[in-house]
Structures are given as C-alpha cells and as structure tokens.
C-alpha cells in the first residue's frame, strides 16, 4: 500500500471543502411560499386583458374569420397551379420541383400530351401538406411558372388522407385573383411579355416556323 492510499487526506487540497454527498433543496422565501412572484405574471396578462377591451384603436387581436391579417404578396401559403389560356395546366411534368424539394412532399405522374408543343403534362399532381415546409423552392425551380403560392393559410385538416392536395384542388378559380396570389417569380422588366404570352395561345411550332423563315429566306437569295 502506497503513502497516498494510507493517507487519504493527503489528497485534500488546502482550502478546497469535500463535494456534498447529500442533496439539499435550496430554502424557499417567505414570498416563494406564498406564490407571490406569480403576481407579476398575472399583471402582466391582466394588464394585455383590459387594454384589448378598452383601448379598441390598438387592438392586438383580430376576428378570425371575419377578420384576417394582411399578408405580405411574397407569403409562402397554399400552392397554386397556374394554367394556359386553354385552361389546361401549364405543368409540363418536369419533376424539377419534386427535385427541388427538401421535404420530398410533392408526387408526380406525367403522361403524354395530345400537344407536340407541350410533350408530358401530370396525370398525378399531389402534395403533402402536412410534409410541406413552405420553403419556395418547387416555386423556383419550375422553369414554366407552372406553380406559384398564395396567400391562402387556412388549412385544417381532420385526417392524414385531405393533407394530401391533388391537382383538381390547386388549380380552384379562386387562384385567379392578383390580390390572392402570394410568393412567385417576379420578373419586372418581363411583366408585360409575359402578360401576353399567358393571354394567347403560344405556339413554340409557330413561333419556330416564323423564326427561321428570315433566314431561309437569305439562304436562298
């Protein structure tokens, strides 16, 4: 046996107290006792309490539903499939916002279109609201402004199955309005181009037809 193990308080370092071996609550106030640091609590809430009653022009709370709250036009709520002038989808089936996607929520179909302009359209459009972490990216990676997001936030749900939005329901006539329509591509030098390509039917044949008829055209001369 070594000196040390023989002399345990030769280990002790001078000054320095044992470590408590028992555990000891620490003494509560005569004010603790009593619960009386809950008071400045419930000030605090009963203060908030009558300044919404009384003081009507700052208001805090509002009268859902009759009363919402306006949204920023950049609001990342319910999604929306934007169609063509025809009132077809304007998806072409890319799966470049299922790429993009973090929370892997939207599943795609595609199916062949009766349009060689348009070549797949989605049979199956589906997203997971539940998934859905309304992040923006399927919004920016669609190449056709296929699917844009509103300002719409009322989204309950009684069971799993109606989290689940197909294409029929996101594509409602209500996503018409301008005043309704939230985060999407803005392209301010674009907007009247592309006002006009939304109201005619575009032609990519057609346009590619007139296109190079110029330079047929010079060849030939």
């Known amino acids: ?6 002399r ?3 280990l002790q370092l001078p000054g320095v107290q044992d470590h408590p071996k028992e555990v000891r609550p620490r003494p509560m ?10 008071l400045a609590g419930m000030t605090v809430t009963l203060r908030h309490f009558f ?3 009384f003081r009507t022009r700052e ?3 509002i009268q859902y539903p009759e009363e919402r709250r306006d949204y920023s036009h950049r609001y990342r709520g319910h999604h929306i499939l934007t169609t063509r002038p025809d009132g077809s989808v304007r998806c072409v089936a ?3 916002c299922a790429t ?6 939207i599943h795609i179909e595609a199916g062949e279109h009766h349009d060689v302009n348009v070549e ?7 997203i997971d609201m539940l998934r859905c972490v309304f992040c923006g990216y399927c919004v920016d990676a669609c190449p056709e402004e296929a699917i844009i997001m509103s300002n719409n936030y009322d989204m309950a749900f009684y069971s799993r199955s109606q989290s689940i939005v197909g294409k029929e329901d996101l594509m409602k006539p209500f996503t018409f309005d301008p005043g309704k329509l939230g985060y999407r591509p803005r392209f301010p030098e674009e907007e009247e181009k592309r006002a006009a390509m939304r109201r005619e039917a575009f032609d990519l044949v057609a346009a590619a037809k007139a296109k190079g008829e110029p330079q047929s055209r010079v060849a030939a001369g």
């Open 1 to 6: 046996m070594t000196e040390l193990e023989a």
């Open 94 to 96: 890319c799966f470049l």
């Open 8 to 10: 345990p308080e030769a």
């Open 29 to 38: 106030s005569l004010g603790e006792r009593l619960y009386l640091p809950l």
């Open 100 to 105: 993009a996607c973090p929370a892997d929520c």
């Open 51 to 53: 300044q919404n009653i």
């Open 120 to 126: 797949k359209y989605p049979v199956v459009y589906e």
């Open 59 to 61: 208001r805090v709370t």
